[in-house]
């Protein structure tokens, strides 16, 4: 079994979205273990998890309320988690959304 495995997440289907980033959070945080930005280029980026071990893609949205945006986690090419419209609330004009990890 291989010692991480790569991930990568990919957006599509913007609507009034302004802005956004990425972070995936290790179930166990550490200095050794850190919460890790997401270098997003041209929609998609990639980060690498342990297997067995439980995280969280973490995403926030800016923009206009009731913005969306579809959300894919790809592993190997393959869409693993999927969040069609991802969505700011009536009210607001920024929001947060995750998706559990364990592989």
């Not at 979205?17 to 995936?24: D, G, N």
């Not at 579809?70 to 009536?90: A, C, F, H, M, W």
């Amino acid at each position: 079994m291989p010692d991480t495995i790569e991930l990568k997440v990919k957006v599509s289907d913007k609507d009034r979205i302004k802005a956004y980033s990425f972070a995936y959070d290790a179930d166990r945080v550490s200095s050794e273990n850190p919460v890790l930005p997401i270098i997003m280029n041209n929609g998609s980026g990639a980060f690498q998890v342990r297997p067995g071990e439980p995280g969280r893609l973490i995403w926030g949205m800016r923009g206009d309320e009731g913005g969306s945006m579809k959300v894919e986690l790809l592993r190997d090419g393959t869409v693993i988690q999927s969040r069609e419209k991802s969505t700011i609330p009536p009210g607001e004009t920024r929001a947060i959304d995750f998706f559990d990890i364990t592989l």
